[in-house]
């Protein structure tokens, strides 16, 4: 079992900067990997970003949206993810979610929200213009 809790989300003005973090706890010797998803109001939850774990197995996982504004890390001796969002656009207005995934397959997908296996209980992002 693992536990996530996110944290770090408010409300700021358009070209702001927040940076959220997802603390795991647990089993998390079993994570392969670390995303981020959202979802804004009546829509369907996106990905964002996702990090191996180990540091390896490539580089970051990035949604065309977000890509040079947004950036995901983790510091494994604290078991702690982060999103530093930067040039933040109203439209980036969500509830954001940690998400891990522990046994990864040949038919993973790290922007495929049915594929993770644990979620954190969301912090919300508000961006005014």
């Known amino acids: 079992q693992v536990q996530l809790v996110e944290s770090g989300g408010g409300s700021v003005q358009a070209g702001g900067s927040l940076r959220l973090s997802c603390a795991a706890s647990?089993?998390?010797?079993?994570?392969?990997?670390m995303a981020w998803f959202r979802q804004p109001p009546g829509k369907e939850r996106e990905g964002v970003a996702a990090?191996?774990?180990?540091?390896?197995?490539?580089?970051?996982y990035y949604a065309d949206s977000v890509k040079g504004r947004f950036t995901i890390s983790q510091e494994n001796d604290k078991n702690t993810a982060y999103l530093q969002m930067n040039i933040l656009k109203p439209e980036d207005t969500a509830m954001y979610y940690c998400?891990?995934?522990?046994?990864?397959?040949?038919?993973?997908?790290?922007?495929?929200?049915?594929?993770?296996?644990?979620w954190g209980q969301g912090t919300q992002v508000t961006v005014s213009s």
């Open positions: 998400a891990a995934k522990m046994v990864v397959t040949s038919s993973f997908r790290l922007s495929r929200a049915d594929d993770y296996d644990y």
């Open positions: 647990g089993d998390t010797y079993r994570i392969n990997y």
């Open positions: 990090i191996y774990s180990d540091g390896g197995g490539g580089s970051p």
